[in-house]
T-cell receptor
Framework: DADVTQTPRNRITKTGKRIMLECSQT?????MYWYRQDPGLGLQLIYY???????NKGEISDGYSVSRQAQAKFSLSLESAIPNQTALYFC????????????FGPGTRLTVL | GQSLEQPSEVTAVEGAIVQINCTYQ??????LSWYQQHDGGAPTFLSY????GLEETGRFSSFLSRSDSYGYLLLQELQMKDSASYFC??????????FGQGTELSVKP
């Protein structure tokens, strides 16, 4: 079984809709991250969480929100989706003190029409 | 600000050696990491350098020079399966990674 899972894997939605992307991990890591990747580009950090009570904005948090429901679960919401949020979204985890070694989920491909 | 530069594309032949360079500007530098990503799949961790010098892991090696704000990933005995995108990333005091835009490596027969 995969250590980091994301649901859904693919989603097509319309402008203005609320969307939630979910991430679960069985690695027992405290730290979780949400990234966005646009075609041909690197990974941009949206939000990160170092434990259940700790949530931090990343480089591109506008238009997104997150919830850390448990150590193993970190969800990303788009309150009102817009077309330029069409991208590949990755969740990642790491151990405390080893943030350079991150373990990524398989990604969610989101299309906003 | 923080920024990383790496070449957008590199092409090499099977069996050859290729070097992917990365230069960075960042505050509170902790280390340089390298990740591999096949065709939109999950990025996977390859290597990490916190100190100057060369780290070797099988066919892959990574080098860091903190004084030059420079590092590279060296891939030896290239195989077709090495065709992928390679990202350098810098870690800082905040426990975050900042990724470069990636280098697409094409390995030709």
């Amino acid at each position: 079984d995969a250590d980091v899972t994301q649901t859904p894997r693919n989603r097509i939605t319309k402008t203005g809709k609320r969307i939630m992307l979910e991430c679960s991990q069985t690695k027992g890591h405290d730290r979780m991250y949400w990234y966005r990747q646009d075609p041909g580009l690197g990974l941009q950090l949206i939000y990160y969480s170092f434990d259940v009570k700790d949530i931090n904005k990343g480089e591109i948090s506008d238009g997104y929100s997150v919830s850390r429901q448990a150590q193993a679960k970190f969800s990303l919401s788009l309150e009102s989706a817009i077309p330029n949020q069409t991208a590949l979204y990755f969740c990642a985890t790491s151990q405390t003190g080893s943030s350079d070694t991150q373990y990524f989920g398989p990604g969610t491909r989101l299309t906003v029409l | 600000g923080q920024s990383l530069e790496q070449p957008s594309e590199v092409t090499a032949v099977e069996g050859a050696i290729v070097q992917i360079n990365c230069t960075y500007q960042t505050s509170g530098f902790y280390g340089l990491s390298w990740y591999q990503q096949h065709d939109g799949g999950a990025p996977t961790f390859l290597s990490y350098n916190a100190l100057d010098g060369l780290e070797e892991t099988g066919r892959f090696s990574s080098f860091l020079s903190r004084s030059d704000s420079y590092g590279y990933l060296l891939l030896q005995e290239l195989q077709m399966k090495d065709s992928a995108s390679y990202f350098c990333a810098v870690g800082n005091q905040g426990g975050k990674l900042i990724f470069g835009q990636g280098t697409e490596l094409s390995v030709k027969p």
